[in-house]
DNA sequence: CGGTTCCTTGAGGATGATCAACGAGGGTGG
DNA sequence: CCACCCTCGTTGATCATCCTCAAGGAACCG
């Protein structure tokens, strides 16, 4: 989505400097406001019982998220944490409530913002699910450079995670990941350039 | 979701039969209109390169179905089919935004039952990501128990799917689902009476 | 009955996970 | 400037598990 800055602090929003890796909300939480990426990174994961990490979604600068519960006074499924040094906004709940009668196009923009996510994840959810390695990292990074870089940009692009993050993102194990990169990269699928990984 | 027959006819909503096995809309294809199901039921899925087939959702009657690339004009990213015979009523593009308009109040609605398939989606996704096929079965059963009986109701109730239905749901091969199965039925966490399962 | 669909079982193979090391690079403090 | 540490990347060997392939059995329906 992307509510401007000025109308969130107007009604009452709450910008917040976050260092890297802190958990803004835990899963099982309730729901307890608006959260905004003025800048930085979150993402939403969940820890398995073996303390393996799976990650949900990735969220970057102007994105928000964690609305669904919201919206549905729900408990957080998932578990919010900072990728980087971030700068964060909350709006609380009731003051979000009253934003959305009062801006009916934000209520819009969120619909929209819904159907987009249900169809990405209908897309992902394709790539990821019983497939190979190979094709479960391809719908990761080429869902990333869609949202970097706009629809068709051809020009390769510096994939700014580590392979554990990938592996986190794709469910594999990281030697998967980092034997499966290989393998691409010598396909030239992606590109691999003094460790750093392009695509 | 759900919005009142009578109004979708009075909008030049148009109720059709459609025999089981039925393809309503092709993954490609462009959103032509609002779907929702009077009886019966209907699953999306895509097919994959090798033919195998996985289904990303199930509904049922009062679902609609394929509202996301209809909302954002996209493409459909999966097929839908009819799973028994059913009763469908269609109201073309033009008149659901116009009646969208018109009744702020399915709007809200909209945005409603998108936030609560985002959130069963990343409840669901858990299980199914990269875990034991026990885990993934059991996400699957909980959801539709879940869904058809309301929330919390321990009685065991019939699944009314074939292995190979279940399979396509969780990503898993058939013969891994009947023996799964049987793991989990020496265990009690499912009944199986006469091939039939219950949970 | 005969056909169709679904369920079940067994054997074998492919592949990703696991475990255990080690290497490379970058940053920090002495 | 060097030694150390810490994170991240990499490799190899072994194992567990799910898929594959093949065959047959049970239930249902015309």
New interface residues.
């Given amino acids: 989505m992307q509510i401007d800055i000025d109308v969130l602090i107007t009604w009452g929003g709450i910008t917040k400097k976050v260092a890297k890796d802190t958990t803004i909300f835990f899963e099982g939480e309730e729901a307890r406001g608006y959260y905004q990426i003025v800048s930085g990174s979150v993402r939403?994961c969940?820890e398995?019982s073996d303390g393996k990490e799976?990650t949900?979604g990735l969220f970057f600068e102007g994105d928000s998220f964690g609305?669904?519960?919201l919206?549905?006074s729900?408990l957080y499924?998932?578990t919010a944490i900072t990728m980087t040094d971030s700068v964060l906004i909350k709006l609380s709940r009731e003051k979000f409530l009253l934003l959305m009668e009062e801006y009916?196009s934000i209520?819009?923009d969120?619909?929209?913002l819904?159907?987009?996510?249900?169809?990405n994840?209908?897309?992902n959810?394709?790539s990821?699910?019983?497939?190979s390695p190979e094709s479960r990292i391809m719908g990761f990074l080429s869902q990333y450079k869609k949202r970097t870089k706009g629809s068709n940009n051809n020009s390769p692009i510096l994939i700014p995670f580590t392979r554990q993050q990938i592996a986190n993102f794709t469910?594999?194990r990281v030697e998967t990941v980092i034997r499966t990169l290989l393998k691409m990269s010598e396909l030239n699928k992606v590109n691999i350039i003094n460790r750093k990984l392009f695509y």
Avoid at 114 to 119: N, Q, V
């Fill in positions: 939403l969940n398995n799976f949900q609305e669904p519960p919206i549905l729900e499924p998932c009916p209520e819009k969120l619909l929209k819904f159907a987009l996510r249900i169809y994840k209908s897309v959810i394709r990821m699910m019983n497939t469910g594999l």
